[in-house]
Antibody, heavy 123, light 108 residues
Framework: QVTLKESGPVLVKPTQTLTLTCTVSGFSLSDTHMGVSWIRQPPGMALEWLAHIFSNDEKSYNASLKSRVTVSKDTSKSQVVLIMTNMDPVDTGTYYC???????????????WGKGTSVTVSS | EIVMTQSPATLSVSPGERVTLSCRASQSVSSNLAWYQQKPGQAPRLLMYGASTRAVNIPARFSGSGSGTDFTLTINSLQSADIAVYYCRQYNDWPMSSFGQGTKLEIK
């Protein structure tokens, strides 16, 4: 069974750095056709894709957040880490990680999601 | 950046109805379009990808169509369990992508 689980602080202060961890099971981060994305959702608002890391360690970022976001992985720990700097109250929301699968020329995008972790940015 | 626009924002529906949700891209995304269902307090769930391919375990009453800039998600014989917010997402330049703002289904 494939699962993803997000973890990290519930509350961060403005200007601080947020570090979130996504722990996966049921697949390996070294599987050649697997990747993991981070997505966030402010309260009552739409989803926003943040970043992606592929099995070959190739990384992609949302252009509007690229200067603040870093994604990395530790395959031995089955973990993907998202770091977001200079946090602001507008960054408050639920942060999700989800899996992508590449099957030949086809992509199965975000087929399995974690339950999400809630982050509040407040002093 | 490709902007995804969903309509309507909210739709009041009755069980048993056929429901059609629309999603429009600001430029062509070919068939690189997915639909997700999100129930209150839950993570989104993949319904459809490649515009018209149902994800694993998705009932046949869900169908998707379209290519280029205009896409549709149809739910036949709506069930109360289908009440949720539905998001479209383009991934034409995968892994970069963008979501629509969502369509909320409500019970009439």
């Amino acid at each position: 069974q494939v699962t993803l689980k997000e973890s990290g602080p519930v509350l961060v202060k403005p200007t601080q750095t947020l570090t979130l961890t996504c722990t996966v099971s049921g697949f390996s981060l070294s599987d050649t056709h697997m990747g993991v994305s981070w997505i966030r959702q402010p309260p009552g608002m739409a989803l926003e894709w943040l970043a992606h890391i592929f099995s070959n360690d190739e990384k992609s970022y949302n252009a509007s957040l690229k200067s603040r976001v870093t994604v990395s992985k530790d395959t031995s720990k089955s973990q993907v880490v998202l770091i977001m700097t200079n946090m602001d109250p507008v960054d408050t929301g639920t942060y999700y990680c989800a899996r992508d699968i590449v099957v030949g020329p086809a992509i199965i995008p975000l087929d399995v999601w974690g339950k999400g972790t809630s982050v509040t940015v407040s002093s | 950046e490709i902007v995804m626009t969903q309509s309507p924002a909210t739709l009041s529906v009755s069980p048993g109805e056929r429901v059609t949700l629309s999603c429009r891209a600001s430029q062509s995304v070919s068939s690189n379009l997915a639909w997700y269902q999100q129930k209150p307090g839950q993570a989104p769930r993949l319904l459809m990808y490649g515009a018209s391919t149902r994800a694993v375990n998705i009932p046949a009453r869900f169908s998707g169509s379209g290519s280029g800039t205009d896409f549709t998600l149809t739910i036949n014989s709506l069930q109360s369990a289908d009440i949720a917010v539905y998001y479209c997402r383009q991934y034409n330049d995968w892994p970069m992508s963008s979501f629509g703002q969502g369509t909320k289904l409500e019970i009439k």
